[in-house]
């Protein structure tokens, strides 16, 4: 079974609520015919229910559930909830009302904060910031959570490295120039990440354009510190660093570049220095070895919020979709 057809058997096992809040996009809607159709999860549409029927012609909405924030009858416990979360801002109970009104993402994010869905997933329209931005100010971070961060979980075709071609590639969506502490943060979160999601140990490698000392800049030293603080910080996990990309996956290369590493040659957890190398990274492998590419998930948040790239296809929606809902069942378990 694929990597995302067993995510999406785990979430069946516990239906979780996802609400969908970009119900103007048709990829949108053709992804939430096909999480009903499979029993991945039960869907919230955020908007006028006859609106969103009259342009899904083709699609089964029957049985999702439809909440039009403009005839809402849960309206004031959200502007309460709105207003709960951006209490340290002062936000007034106007001003929440206006923002649930003309904004779907914080519309759903307040569903999520108040416990009426159990996740969003959002992003084929909205850029990431926007989407970000609704889970970091609504729902928030995760107790005990040092940074929030976002990875993608890739699936290579006919590719035997990695998890037989399965990574953790982070962060490619959130945090744009992450210091060498949050850097180690993200290695750890992404190694529980890949521990939950994918089942096997993580291998984390810490990408640089060095390995092991083969390079000298300051760029360079922040992978090595972050190295340094993530081995400390996580002592159980096998983390390595600093690897350029081909020591990191390649065991033929590591045996020359990193010979002495556990991890070099058989990483499944790939932490990029930054955002740029992130983004680009994971668009490369997509785009060039049409790798699956499901996210930027986030991790971190308190609840499951998830973005999307605006250059989607349905069916990434539906991954993510599946993915949002085995972290909502996580989370509610924990
Ligand atoms: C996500 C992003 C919008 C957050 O920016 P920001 O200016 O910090 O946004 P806000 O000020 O609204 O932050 C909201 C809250 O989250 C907090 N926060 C921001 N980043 C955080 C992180 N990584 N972890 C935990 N909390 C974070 C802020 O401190 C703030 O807290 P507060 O509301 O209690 O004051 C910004 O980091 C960003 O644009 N990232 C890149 C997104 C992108 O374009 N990605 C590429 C395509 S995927
Ligand atoms: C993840 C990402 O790059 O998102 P977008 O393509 O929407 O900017």
């Known amino acids: 079974m694929s990597f995302i057809d067993v995510i999406k058997e785990r979430a069946k096992n516990e239906r979780k609520k996802i609400v969908l809040p970009e119900t103007g996009d048709p990829r949108t809607i053709e992804a939430a015919d096909t999480v009903l159709k499979e029993g991945i999860a039960d869907v919230i549409l955020v908007g006028n229910k006859e609106d969103i029927l009259s342009r899904a012609e083709g699609f089964d909405l029957s049985q999702a559930t439809f909440v039009d924030p403009d005839n809402c009858e849960r309206l004031n416990t959200y502007i309460e909830s709105l207003c709960e979360a951006r209490k340290s801002k002062g936000l007034l109970p106007e001003d929440a009302k206006e923002i649930l009104l003309s904004n779907p993402l914080f519309f759903g994010a307040t569903m999520v904060r108040s416990g009426d869905a159990d996740g969003m997933v959002a992003g084929a329209v909205n850029s990431s910031a926007n989407v970000l931005r609704s889970a970091l100010q609504v729902v928030k971070t995760a107790p005990g959570t040092k940074i929030v961060s976002a990875f993608f979980l890739m699936v290579v075709p006919d590719c035997d490295l990695g998890a037989n071609g399965t990574f953790v590639f982070a962060d490619c969506g959130l945090n744009q120039n992450p210091n060498s502490e949050q850097l180690a943060a993200i290695a750890g979160s ?96 997509q785009r060039l070895a049409k790798a699956e590419a499901y996210g930027p998930v986030t991790q971190g948040i308190a609840k499951p919020v998830n973005d999307l790239s605006r250059g989607c296809k349905a069916e990434d929606i539906v991954g993510v979709v599946a993915i949002t809902a085995v972290q909502a069942q996580l989370t509610e378990n924990n």
């Open 190 to 285: 992404s190694a529980q990440t890949f521990k939950q999601l994918v089942g096997e140990e993580p291998r984390v490698a810490m990408l640089s354009h060095s390995t092991v000392g083969s390079a000298k800049h300051d760029d360079v030293t922040k992978v090595v510190e972050a190295t340094a603080i993530a081995k400390k910080d996580y002592p159980d996990t096998l983390i390595c660093g600093e690897l350029q990309l081909d020591a990191a996956i390649v065991p033929e290369v590591a045996a020359s570049k990193a010979p002495r590493s556990e991890v070099a040659g058989k990483a499944n957890v790939l932490v990029f220095p930054d955002l740029d190398a992130g983004n680009i990274g994971y668009k490369l492998v």
